[in-house]
């Protein structure tokens, strides 16, 4: 049976950013001020009012500074009492008189805190709540919450379950869109709810020695096609986010009802399990109005967004939880091994466009259809690379999760008429003619073989000189496993005698954001039947190739990375190291092959240590 | 010149929009105009609103409600 589930969070947040810095206008700082506490708080009880009369159970998420006012302790109170709804507690809104007079730091942001003060502030937060409620939450969260916080978190206050933990593809861009200002530098998470290792919060678990110990829950449910090309906070399940990316016209936003519903449908590749999570700040909701809409506006979309949650309750086709509810429902039928797959379809900009996502223990990964299924972003979960944040650590700001493939950030298929980029791909050639699949838009289609989730590709047909050929793609995962095995296959060709050349190859480099990082010391090897040929890069052009190849392979060691590729069977392989003006290495399998022949290949990710 | 403060709504700049930049403007009453920090942008409300339509043009789907998943 398929059930959609939701959580609402809502937090009494006393001093939001927006409304302060509003009311701050021509003003000295004041984080009494009577006129913002107030307003935040109203927007909170509205929030919870709205959740109530569509039916809705919410999680009250208390913030530090809440904890210190009685109206907001009393709401929360009556609202457990009264509807059901579970009170837990966020690291989001730390900052107020109390905890500026406490810690000496104007620091809002949890993960950023150095290790020693974390500690402090889990411990400051955990005990006014237990003081105020005579119990400790058994849900948390913040924009991030790093693994090291998580554990020492788990250690101290072992009945936590459930932590709102990343913001889906908040980097680089999320900076960007904020003028560099908004430091939510934590790309390359799951976008749907997981159990995060205790190595790095970003990895899924491997088994119960690497469970964390929480179900992570991504902030809010994102559009996965327009938040990889554009700002996190304009698409996404928070109805002022779509506000600020102006997705509306005459007041209507169809789109918040299309994003849910893409959500639904992921019954279809998650074992009929479908999620989503709606949390909107106070300072979202502003009186004085913001992104160019008025309050009336904002107050109509977030009951039109509530409203549509609800008629789904009515229908019997959603199931609302408390953040610490989910979590247990999550746990008892999530094997560590299955992946969260989903073929996401275009809702916003009238194309046809499809991009497959897929996460699992060993690795994320999306496969862009507009490009042949191009593999468009790669991140070693396999690695479980330890990467602690925040003051006096050497990532500091920089939360991500390195990608050894994001054709955004490091090219793609296009650059600028020098060197390559990051993709993963084939090329199909003919005597000298040569298409890359990339160019070569598809649809494609999700289907299971037991344990195997299967992607089919629909044909593309190449021109060649004098004729063409029809090339279909396929990508088989097989849980577990830890590899992708790939399929082209030449379906027919209206030249029989052709002999076609299938070249399998992946594009690489590492990173978290646009700017290069040094390849010096990554090891690129071939083993072929009689032949054994290692690099260290040296940004010096080299090339190796061998008939009969076993594997060829590239060792990261900055991201503790090996990254592997075979046949299955007789095949060439080849390396290619890059330059500094194309800072990528390239590892690749080809076979000749004639019509209705195939190339067959598998690429592995695995931690290198 | 006049002091530039925060205008109604806090229009942001929308040529800075239209490459994902979401910078508030400063409004000048003496003029009765907004100016961007960042880009050199100056135009009326009327002016903004017009642009605010444009950048919105590229969600072909924005009133189109999608229920084939």
Redesign the interface.
């Known amino acids: 049976m398929s059930t959609f589930y939701l959580n609402i969070v809502h937090r009494p947040e006393m001093v939001p950013e927006y409304i302060q810095k509003e009311a701050e206008q021509g003003k000295v700082e004041d984080l009494r001020r009577y006129s913002v506490l107030q307003e935040s708080l109203d927007i909170f009880r509205t929030q919870q009012q709205i959740a109530h009369e569509n039916g809705l159970r919410t999680t009250i998420q208390m913030t530090y500074a809440s904890l210190f006012n009685a109206e907001a302790v009393a709401i929360a109170k009556e609202h457990h009492e009264q509807f059901g709804d579970e009170i837990g507690s966020t690291f989001l809104g730390l900052q107020c008189a109390e905890f500026r007079e406490k810690f000496k730091s104007k620091e809002l942001a949890i993960w950023l805190f150095a290790m020693e003060d974390k500690r402090k502030i889990v411990d400051e937060v955990f005990g006014k709540f237990y003081e105020v409620f005579g119990f400790y939450p058994t849900s948390t969260g913040s924009y991030y919450m790093d693994a090291e916080l998580v554990n020492y978190i788990k250690e101290k206050y072992p009945m936590v379950k459930a932590a709102v933990a990343t913001c889906w593809e908040e980097g680089p861009k999320a900076y960007w869109n904020a003028n560099n200002s908004w430091y939510t530098l934590m790309d390359g998470g799951p976008w749907n709810p997981w159990i995060p290792s205790k190595r790095n919060i970003h990895c899924i678990a491997s088994d119960e020695a690497d469970d964390i110990g929480i179900v992570a829950i991504p902030h809010l449910s994102r559009d996965l096609m327009a938040v990889f090309d554009g700002p996190g906070s304009y698409y996404g399940t928070h109805p002022q986010n779509i506000l600020r990316g102006m997705v509306y016209e005459n007041r209507e936003i169809p789109y918040f009802k299309n994003i849910v519903d893409q959500y639904r449908a992921m019954v279809k590749y998650n074992r009929g399990y479908a999620y989503n999570m709606m949390y909107v700040g106070p300072g979202w909701m502003s009186k004085g109005g913001r992104w160019e809409a008025d309050y009336a506006f904002l107050l109509k979309s977030y009951k039109d967004g509530m409203a549509y949650y609800g008629e789904l309750k009515q229908q019997g086709l959603l199931q609302d939880l408390t953040m610490s509810e989910f979590a247990d429902v999550y746990r008892q039928n999530r094997p560590y091994t299955r992946p969260e797959c989903t073929l996401w379809k275009d809702i916003l900009y009238g194309s046809q466009r499809q991009m497959f996502w897929y996460a699992d223990p060993d690795m994320r990964f999306c496969l862009d259809m507009n490009q042949g299924g191009a593999m468009v972003d790669l991140r070693p979960y396999a690695a479980k690379l330890v990467r602690p944040c925040g003051v006096g650590t050497k990532a500091n700001q920089d939360a991500s999760y390195p990608f050894l493939v994001q054709s955004l950030y490091r090219a793609g298929f296009f650059t600028h008429y020098a060197g390559e980029g990051s993709v993963k791909s084939c090329k199909i050639g003919v005597g000298s003619e040569q298409v890359d699949l990339c160019a070569c838009r598809t649809q494609a289609s999700f289907s299971e073989e037991g344990d195997t989730r299967i992607v089919t590709l629909g044909p593309v047909t190449i021109e060649f000189d004098g004729f063409s050929a029809r090339v279909q793609s396929i990508f088989r995962l097989t849980e577990g496993s830890g590899e992708v095995e790939i399929v082209r296959r030449i379906l027919d060709s209206t030249n029989p005698d052709a002999d076609f050349s299938l070249d399998e190859y992946i594009t690489a480099c590492y990173g978290t954001t646009e700017y290069p990082e040094d390849l010096t010391g990554v090891r690129l090897t071939l083993v072929a039947a009689d032949k054994t040929e290692s690099i260290e890069y040296a940004y010096r052009c080299r090339e190796a190739e061998a008939e009969n190849v076993q594997f060829v392979e590239a060792i990261i060691p900055p991201v503790d990375t090996r990254l592997t590729m075979r046949a299955d069977g007789p095949a060439a392989g080849y390396f290619r190291e890059g330059f500094s003006f194309s800072p990528m290495y390239t590892l690749g399998i080809k076979k000749i092959v004639k019509a209705k022949g195939e190339l067959r290949t598998w690429l592995k990710v695995a931690k290198a240590s | 010149m006049a002091q530039g ?2 205008g ?5 700049c929308p040529r800075c ?1 239209m490459r ?4 508030d403007m400063l409004y000048d009453r003496d003029k009765d105009e907004y100016y961007c920090l ?1 880009c050199s942008f100056v135009g009326d409300e009327k002016e903004i609103q017009r642009l ?1 339509a444009q ?2 043009e ?10 084939d ?1």
């Open positions: 403060r925060k109604k709504l806090n229009y942001r929009l994902e930049i979401d910078m960042r605010n950048f919105r590229k969600y072909r789907s924005r009133m189109i409600r999608i229920k998943f």
